[in-house]
């Protein structure tokens, strides 16, 4: 079973930068596909970025092009959101997800990180 630990949310204000983390463990790093969503209340949850398991490739959504970074390192197997020049609307909660081998979908949750972004 893969656990998934984020951190580094908080409080910010526009403008501003934050960098999540994600601890991962239970499974080879390398088999896994990587993701961070994000959740607002009343509002199903969004994907934000995606890192295919070779590390080669990666997908955002249009409103964080340019602003927001994925990347993992591997001699930690943590996986990371860079997110620069922040905005209120990207206040929410942040999930990071895994996808293993024999899925399509991510099938692995974090617990989540609050992010607030003051405007």
């Known amino acids: 079973q893969v656990q998934l630990v984020e951190s580094g949310g908080g409080l910010v204000q526009a403008g501003g930068s934050l960098r999540l983390s994600c601890a991962v463990s239970?499974?080879?790093?390398?088999?896994?596909?990587m993701g961070w969503f994000r959740q607002t209340p009343g509002k199903e949850r969004e994907f934000v970025a995606g890192?295919?398991?070779?590390?080669?490739?990666?997908t955002y959504t249009d409103s964080v092009k340019g602003r927001f970074t994925i990347s993992r390192d591997t001699s930690t197997n943590t996986v990371y959101l860079q997110m620069n020049s922040l905005k209120p609307e990207d206040t929410a909660v942040y999930y990071c997800?895994?996808?293993?081998?024999?899925?399509?979908?991510?099938?692995?949750w974090g617990q989540g990180t609050q992010v607030t972004v003051s405007s």
């Open positions: 239970g499974l080879a790093f390398s088999l896994l596909g």
């Open positions: 997800a895994a996808r293993t081998p024999a899925s399509s979908k991510y099938n692995n």
């Open positions: 890192l295919t398991r070779s590390g080669g490739s990666t």
